[in-house]
């Protein structure tokens, strides 16, 4: 049988949206969806998702592919969740096939910039109840 492929899969968070990452060694192709990550929309938030490439540089990159799926959450949940997925993965692979030195040196670049690269955010929607309009508020009282 063929050596078996280096590769790791990895998931990001934010909300109800959910990135998984499959990163294997290649040639530095970054795809969200199937299509390439320079191309996300909406423009504004794509430097958001080159976060962890323009922190740890293009180099780290260059020796693997990484395809990431998205799905639920908004927009801007959906970009935290692939900025996530993209930061874990390259640690992850980096632990896995290369060495724990390098792990650790990624690990605090990323941390010391944003810890939701690497941390999920614990926070979700909190249920509606009744006697009110949301989850807190309650309707107004009226005597008449």
């Known amino acids: 049988m063929?050596?078996?492929v280096k590769s790791v899969q990895v998931f990001g968070?934010?909300?109800?949206?959910?990135?998984?990452a499959y990163c294997?060694?290649?040639?530095?192709?970054?795809?969200?969806?199937?299509?390439?990550?320079?191309?996300?929309?909406?423009?504004a938030l794509r430097a958001k998702t080159m976060e962890p490439v323009l922190l740890l540089g293009k180099d780290r990159f260059a020796?693997?592919?990484?395809?990431?799926?998205?799905?639920?959450g908004g927009y801007v949940a959906q970009i935290y969740a692939i900025?996530?997925?993209?930061?874990k993965s390259l640690v992850a692979f980096t632990q896995k096939f290369v060495d724990?030195?390098?792990?650790?040196?990624?690990?605090?670049?990323?941390?010391?910039?944003?810890?939701?690269?690497?941390?999920s955010d614990p926070r979700r929607c909190e249920p509606k109840k009744f006697g009110g309009p949301s989850a807190r508020a309650r309707f107004q009282k009226s005597y008449r």
Request: net charge positive.
């Open 2 to 4: 063929a050596s078996a």
């Open 13 to 20: 968070r934010k909300r109800n949206a959910v990135a998984v």
């Open 24 to 43: 294997k060694e290649g040639n530095g192709v970054l795809r969200v969806n199937g299509s390439p990550i320079h191309l996300m929309e909406p423009a």
């Open 63 to 72: 020796g693997v592919d990484i395809r990431i799926r998205v799905k639920g």
């Open 83 to 87: 900025r996530q997925a993209l930061a």
């Open 100 to 119: 724990e030195a390098t792990k650790q040196e990624l690990k605090e670049i990323l941390l010391s910039y944003d810890r939701t690269l690497l941390v």
